[in-house]
Structures are given as structure tokens and as C-alpha cells.
């Protein structure tokens, strides 16, 4: 059966601690979050986006039996090109049915029986996914996320508090899901590494911090990956521009905590100039954030070394 409508399906993975931001990630890319590992939406998000997204299937043909999508695929035209078939080893399966690693390739070397075209395991022009899930057989085009967010984690300047290049990714993507003709400032950008994953991502985002050292330090890291933004050194009060979405890490330090006053300052100034935050705080400041006029819609915590941050999503 030809699906008029995309769909696609996407396989996760995520280390315990992770959990609940990789499920706030899925909320803001897809408005819901499945704890299975695989999610079937009809958005198309790139599986290089997301640091906990390993795959996706375009989905093509699906059928109750493994023999309908073996009827289907006889339609596929490659025009002389190659192709390749995987296997998605996630799925639902009861341990006692669960298809072990030489019935999968054999499933994959069936189903290359009936696409009419040359099957090439290391370079092929076309790579399609099959995948059993929910009683139901699914066949696609495949993609692998390439995790180039990896590459980012060797920055020139980094210091041990500021958010880890996992995090930073998924804290840019719960900011801007979709970023066509979005908006976004980081108004305490630090090093910039929320800034790195956004700009790798198409994602229109400047950066400002008080700290003049810290603003160089931004600006080294992103000219290491050849990104370009406006990095100001400036209070976030000189801001006279509007944006659709700020990403505000509230100022944090081993030796000095900034004082109530100076957050709510802070909040009330993002609340000024966007019309949508996501907030990283290691302290509970919903009060702050209601008083700031923000309404808090999601949230999650994650965690690094001894620190619990939380990731608070405000309209």
C-alpha cells in the first residue's frame, strides 16, 4: 500500500540520566515522546539533529506480513542504481519472538531478492530500512544520524560548568524545533556552546555575555567551526531587539550565586525582548519565572557530574 502522507520512524537512544530530556526533546520536535525507543510521526526531523536520534524510515510500503512488503517492493525503479537493505534491530517483539541476527539478514537478502536492481553492501546509492513494530511490517528509505555533534566537543575554550555538547544540542532544539524564519538569542551565552549546536543546525541565533573574556572565548570557539553569528559583550538590559525565542543558562558559579534581584532582573528582561525561553537553572526559581510574567509549559532535569540542572521551557 503507497502511503499518500509521510510518515517516518525514528529510533532513540539515551543513557539513563537522559532520559526526560531526550523525552522533552521529543515533545518539542513531535509533541509527544514514546519511552520505546522508536516514535512514528508524520514531521520529518533529520536524524543528525537530534544527539539521542540514531535512524529514520521514510516509510514506503507496510503490511501485516513480512510477504506484503515483499509484493510491495517489486515496485521500487532504481534506474541502474544500487541499493542496500537494513534491518532496525528496535522493535516490540516478546523475547520468545524476538528475530535473531541471522534471521534479520536473511530477511534483508529476501527482500534484495525483490527490489529489481544490484545490491551493494558498501557504497550503495540507495539505502532502505524494514523494521517490525506494533504487529506491523514497515519498509522505507533509511537514514543514520552521523552525530556530528561528536566533532563539537573539542572546542578551544571550555570550562567544567558550562553544559555538555549533548545537552547544548538538545537544549537548542527544545528552543527551535523548526527554525524557518525563527529568531533566537542566548543573552548569557558563556563559551557559546549552545551557540555552536544552534548555528550547526540552521538555527538563527546570536549570543551576549557580561563577560568580556568569555565573549573572546565564544568567538575563538566559533571561528574553530567556521560559524558565523553576532556575539555582543553587553547586559542583557542593553537589548532593544525582539526575538521568538531566548535560551537562558542563568548565571552560575562555584564561588558566588547570583542574588534573587539579579535573576528576576534577568527573567524580566527575557520576558521584555522574546516571546518564548527555555531556562537552564541549577536552583528552583518557578516563582522568579511566574513573576517575570512567564508561563512554565514543560520541563525535565538532566544531569552532569554533581550538577542537576533544570530545563524549563516558559511561553
Known sequence: MNKQAPLFIYTYGYRLEETELCLLEMRSFFGK?????LLMSDIAVHPDRSPFMRERIEVMYEGDHLEQILEQVKQIELNDQT?????????????????????????EREIGVYIEGEADV???????????WGGRWYFGSYLKSKAVWLTHMQ????????LSTRVARAVANIAVPVPANITAIDPCCGIGTVLVEALSMDINMIGRDINHFVVQGTREN????????????????????????????????????????????????????????????VGM??????????TIVDRCT????????QIIVCV
Do not use: W
Not at 515522546?33 to 525507543?37: I, K, L
Not at 541499493?83 to 530477511?107: C, G, T, W, Y
Not at 526559581?285 to 512567564?294: C, Q, T, Y
Not at 538532566?302 to 540542572?309: A, D, P, S, V
Open 285 to 294: 526559581i518557578d516563582e522568579l519565572i511566574a513573576s517575570a510574567g512567564f
Open 222 to 281: 566559533l571561528a574553530h567551526f567556521h560559524f558565523q553569528t553576532e556575539v555582543v559583550c553587553g547586559d542583557i538590559s542593553e537589548v532593544v531587539d525582539h526575538y521568538d525565542t531566548a535560551v537562558v543558562d542563568m548565571p552560575y558559579n562555584h564561588f558566588s550565586h547570583t542574588t534573587p534581584e539579579a535573576q528576576l532582573s534577568l527573567l524580566q528582561h527575557t520576558r521584555r525582548i522574546a516571546d518564548r525561553a527555555v531556562i537552564v537553572t
Open 83 to 107: 541499493f542496500k537493505v537494513i534491518f532496525i534491530k528496535m522493535n516490540d517483539l516478546a523475547p520468545e519472538d524476538k528475530i535473531e541476527f541471522d534471521e534479520q539478514r536473511s530477511i
Open 33 to 37: 515522546h514514546t519511552e520505546a525507543g
Open 302 to 309: 538532566t544531569r552532569k557530574g554533581n550538577f542537576i540542572r
Open 122 to 132: 558498501r557504497q550503495p546509492d540507495n539505502v532502505f530500512g524494514i523494521v517490525t
Open 155 to 162: 572546542k578551544p575554550r571550555s570550562y567544567s560548568i558550562a
